[in-house]
């Protein structure tokens, strides 16, 4: 069935990148927007093109779209899944360190920063640990936990100590 849809355009390219249905009288409409109200049916319609030349086909008439940064973000997906950026980060320290060649300023304050970092986090993790009124579960843990509660018939989270509230920094010490 048709409906007043308006299509939303990438700027920068000027290819659709979404759409909504059109409610009331008006839509916003900002400099750096492409929008453009159409009559279509998204069940048996898409827009394809640009905004400039593009037009509403059948979906039978579409070729499926397999865009490049779908691909990409799969592949780097792929990569944090295998190789975390700690994970590198660590690798490439380790090998910089051990090569024996100059090691520029930015690369030792980075590296500096990383480890204090990591240092700081294994002592809030302690500390964690220690505060009263609260459990700290380990990621393991909790994974465990939410698979038990599951199997009872599902699992629902009460909510989580906010990391960036501030307690006293002498559990730290």
């Not at 849809?5 to 927007?33: H, M, Q, Y």
């Not at 240092?119 to 009263?132: D, E, G, P």
């Not at 989580?160 to 307690?167: A, E, L, T």
Request: glycine share 6%; proline share 4%.
């Amino acid at each position: 069935m048709k409906t007043d849809i308006i299509l939303i355009f990438d700027p920068v390219d000027r290819f659709c990148i979404g759409w909504t249905e059109k409610t009331g009288n008006a839509f916003p409409v900002s400099e750096n927007s492409l929008l453009k109200e159409v009559q279509m049916d998204p069940e048996t319609e898409r827009w394809v093109g640009s905004y400039d030349s593009g037009a509403l086909e059948p979906v039978l008439n579409v070729s499926e779209m397999i865009l490049e940064n779908d691909v990409d973000d799969r592949c780097k997906k792929q990569i944090l899944k295998a190789f975390p950026v700690e994970k590198q980060l660590k690798v490439l320290i380790e090998m910089l360190e051990k090569a024996g060649i100059p090691l520029t300023d930015d690369f030792l304050s980075m590296s500096a920063f990383i480890k204090e970092t990591r240092n700081v986090n294994a002592r809030l993790k302690a500390a964690y640990k220690k505060t009263k009124g609260s459990k700290y579960l380990t990621a393991k843990d909790f994974m465990a936990l939410q698979d038990k509660e599951n199997q009872k018939g599902g699992y629902e989270h009460n909510g989580v100590h906010d990391i960036d509230k501030p307690f006293d920094m002498e559990d730290l010490l």
